[in-house]
């Protein structure tokens, strides 16, 4: 058998339980396959619980283990950080919990979170700095830390009691979809929920789109007054949020 095999069947081994793989190790070996396997197991376990701990404490303990276990049997890791693999737990809990939808934003902010802490550093442009800009050319730079996400609940709501130690709210579903901004200011990960013309807009900046096409759908979508005072607030408080780092004209 040659390294590359042995390196295929112990993966396929950790990862499916794979009878044939392991028989090709010979019965001698079967006891220290399963604690390799074990390892393995409850490494993914480990990052989970520390990355979710808002979740579990929502759903419960034994609740949250199952979900584990079937997302460690559902997808194994693909990056060469652990670290990543809390990336798709949201995706799973969303499988698991059909009904209960405000489980998986729940995961998901606690994920986008732990991203935006870590992500690449950038530094917010201040209003002071927006006197000489020609806004029909301007184009908005985003700072990387920020990440959106669907919200149809108030799961922001009751992930902030959650960490605060306090009761959390009854899930409240919100009048109509819209979404959650998260991202990193001042060294502290923070998040905002939107509707979905901020998260359109916000998408359509990140793109690349120019201000002034964004002031015209404001207006297609509020009339002139109200969609530029609504495109002038959105800015407003994007510079607050400390989310814009930078003018490209």
Partial sequence: MSLIELQRD???WLTSEDADAAARFGDAVAPGLRVYQNNYRA????CLEASFERTRDWIGGEAFHRA?????DRLPPNSWTLDAYARDFPATLEILYLADPEVAELAWLEMALGEAFVATDADAISAGKLGDVDWDRATLLITPTLDLGSLTTNAPAIWSALEAGEA???VEFLPEPGAILVWRHDDVAQFRAIDQYEHQALLSA???MRFAKLCDLMVEAFGRDAGIERAGGML???LADGVIVGIAT
């Fill in 168 to 170: 959390p709210p009854t």
């Fill in 206 to 208: 990140r793109a690349g």
């Fill in 236 to 238: 407003g408080q994007w």
């Fill in 68 to 72: 584990v276990v079937a997302h460690v």
């Fill in 10 to 12: 112990m993966r396929a």
């Fill in 43 to 46: 490494q993914l376990a480990a």
